[in-house]
């Protein structure tokens, strides 16, 4: 079985501050793990993944996240918050346990960036 | 490439009509997976297919829901008799084989009955 949980279901951050976003996973297999951000009345994109190569992983728009496996972890981070960024992110895993593609996605995490 | 695409991008139609989603996966792309987005639930994947055939439907809420996948280039899912409880945004995803690259996602459907 997998899970995913975020443990935030709101980020608060002024613009120029960093920003992390946390995500604990739970999988009987070795996990993919992914980061999308949904902007409003927009679509899924994809920010990140980790495939289990590097374990840290860099985005698009300047965001990263680290695989932590003792920790089974997976935070978002940013040096700096840019009000674009305000938007919805969802931490998904993915495990192929028995052949079967299994793809959940966690409850999502709204960031607010104050001017 | 024009992504995964989806139409239409907005409907609105009255309990107990019938409603059809489409899909248009990526080319090449071997799994379609339809989900369903609401401010109760988030994010629900409620049927995927490999190489156009129904994988896992367990999270078909019920009967009135069906999808088919009739080919790799295009798949249906459809809501009959439609009741306000469907309102949501319906999102269509495709990946490869491998899944590495991530899941690419249509812009979605938001479908409102009333």
């Known amino acids: 079985a997998q899970s995913v949980t975020q443990l935030d279901s709101h980020v608060s951050v002024s613009e120029g501050t960093p920003v992390l976003l946390r995500c604990n996973y739970s999988?009987?297999?070795?996990?993919?793990l992914f980061w999308y951000v949904q902007h409003p009345n927009k679509g899924l994109q994809l920010l990140l993944k980790?495939?289990?190569?590097?374990?840290l992983v860099k985005g698009i728009n300047g965001f990263e996240a680290e695989f932590k496996k003792s920790e089974t972890s997976f935070h978002l981070t940013k040096p700096s918050a840019h009000m674009s960024d305000a938007a919805e992110y969802f931490c998904?895993?993915?495990?192929?346990?028995?052949?079967?593609?299994?793809?959940?996605f966690g409850s999502g995490t709204r960031l607010q960036v104050q001017p | 490439d024009a992504g995964v695409i989806q139409s239409p991008r907005h409907e609105v139609t009255e309990m107990g009509q019938e409603v059809t989603l489409r899909c248009k996966p990526i080319?090449?792309?071997?799994?379609l997976f339809w989900y369903r987005q609401t401010m109760m639930r988030g994010l629900e994947l409620l049927i995927y297919?490999?190489?156009?055939?129904?994988?896992?439907d367990s999270g078909m809420p019920e009967d009135r829901f069906s999808a088919k996948m009739p080919n790799a280039s295009f798949s249906t899912l459809k809501i009959q008799p439609s009741e306000p409880r469907d309102s949501a945004v319906y999102f269509c995803?495709?990946?490869?084989?491998?899944?590495?690259?991530?899941?690419?996602f249509g812009s979605g459907t938001r479908l409102t009955v009333v």
């Open positions: 995803a495709s990946s490869s084989r491998t899944g590495a690259i991530g899941y690419t």
């Open positions: 980790y495939t289990s190569a590097a374990t």
């Open positions: 999988s009987s297999y070795s996990p993919s």
């Open positions: 297919f490999n190489n156009n055939v129904p994988i896992d």
């Open positions: 998904v895993v993915i495990t192929m346990d028995t052949g079967r593609r299994a793809l959940t």
């Open positions: 080319s090449g792309h071997d799994y």
